[in-house]
């Protein structure tokens, strides 16, 4: 069983819409990110905390277009979802304490006054109890919510701010990949970087995702889905996936690249390591070469490749293009264990499987 949530809204300022948006809604259609809900909510940092949040209409926020977060990008964010119990109809938050602790890192790297873990814990579980008719019903779909929290102060200087805000926003959302599980095609990206030693890539910043938007936009013009980022030293290396994590399938070892400080430290990577472990397959966390990912893919020793994030889940890759040459890993049409994973996770998330790791948070 997971962990008990409690809704407590009494202990935040609670304005409701006058009529709901819900209806209007095609919840048999649902795209990524483009439906919102009718509520969200907001707190602001300043005199040293945080003020009492207030769960309000969703809508626009009034932001002085000398704020520094739009200046010089002193903002971070997190993406988390609930789930609908297929067969005990309870909502289930995730691992939010994950990313809570992420958030928590984040706001270090760029010297933002994070919410205390549980705080924000409550927080997402209250906005989330007000917005419960919009977790959608169907297995694989879920309520995405996106906690945000920039720099408000309008100020020139480049410094930390003194007065910020925290948003969380939410949506209903399908798989982002939609629901056909089909296999990825990416490309390694060989010219631009996403990440160097020493900046900003194990932060979920946005500037780290403004800097991926052009190669993202050739690359989807070129037939791709997504780009496999490379180190950005030596672009040998094999880092992360355009939203995802990446593993790597090899004779009976799963190998997944390390962290090492320029990789997102992805909540679904490190739920598919624990799975992994305990069902007795080898992970290796090391620096994986393109040059070892193309030989084993000649020697047959290449079984899958998959990546795995909150937004995807885990999705088959069966083709990276790396200098003008693809290397081909088609999942098998049965018994992949990307599949295995994917019904793992989704088992424990939607309450159909039992939660061992203690990973769900029930939201009443």
């Not at 905390?49 to 739009?70: F, M, N």
Request: net charge negative; proline share 6%; glycine share 10%.
């Amino acid at each position: 069983m997971g962990k008990g949530g409690s809704s407590a809204t009494d202990q935040y300022l609670l304005t409701r819409v006058r009529e709901s948006g819900r209806e209007s809604v095609d919840f048999d259609n649902l795209g990524f990110g483009d439906v919102f809900t009718d509520h969200m909510l907001v707190s602001d940092w300043h005199d040293g905390a945080w003020s009492t949040p207030r769960i309000i209409p969703h809508g626009p926020l009034s932001v002085s277009p000398a704020a520094l977060g739009l200046h010089y990008g002193q903002s971070v964010f997190e993406g988390l979802k609930a789930y609908w119990g297929i067969t005990d109809n309870q909502i289930r938050l995730f691992r939010p304490d994950r990313n809570a602790a992420r958030l928590a890192a984040s706001c270090e790297r760029l010297c933002i006054p994070a919410p205390d873990p549980e705080t924000f814990v409550a927080a997402i579980s209250a906005l989330v109890s007000v917005e419960r008719n919009w977790v959608p019903r169907v297995r694989g779909q879920a309520l995405y919510l996106r906690p945000l929290l920039f720099a408000s102060e309008g100020h020139l200087a480049v410094r930390p701010a003194q007065t910020y805000t925290f948003v969380v926003i939410a949506a209903p959302v399908s798989e982002y990949f939609g629901r056909t599980g089909r296999a990825l095609s990416l490309k390694a990206e060989e010219r631009f970087t996403r990440a160097a030693p020493g900046g900003t890539g194990s932060a979920k910043t946005a500037g780290n995702y403004a800097a991926t938007l052009q190669p993202m936009l050739s690359t989807s013009c070129e037939g791709f889905d997504q780009i496999l980022w490379l180190d950005g030293r030596e672009h040998r290396f094999a880092e992360e996936a355009g939203q995802m994590n990446v593993f790597f399938y090899l004779d009976d070892t799963v190998v997944t690249p390390d962290l090492g400080g320029t990789i997102l430290p992805g909540v679904t990577r490190e739920s598919v390591l624990a799975l992994l472990h305990d069902w007795g397959i080898p992970t290796e966390e090391r620096r994986l070469s393109m040059d070892e990912i193309q030989q084993a893919a000649g020697k047959g020793r290449l079984r899958e490749i998959f990546g795995a994030g909150t937004a995807a889940v885990v999705v088959p890759i069966m083709r990276i293009h790396h200098l003008g040459a693809d290397i081909c890993c088609r999942p098998p049409k049965h018994g992949s264990l990307c599949a295995r994973l994917y019904d793992a996770l989704l088992g424990v998330q939607h309450g159909e499987l039992p939660d061992h790791y203690q990973w769900t948070y029930r939201v009443t």
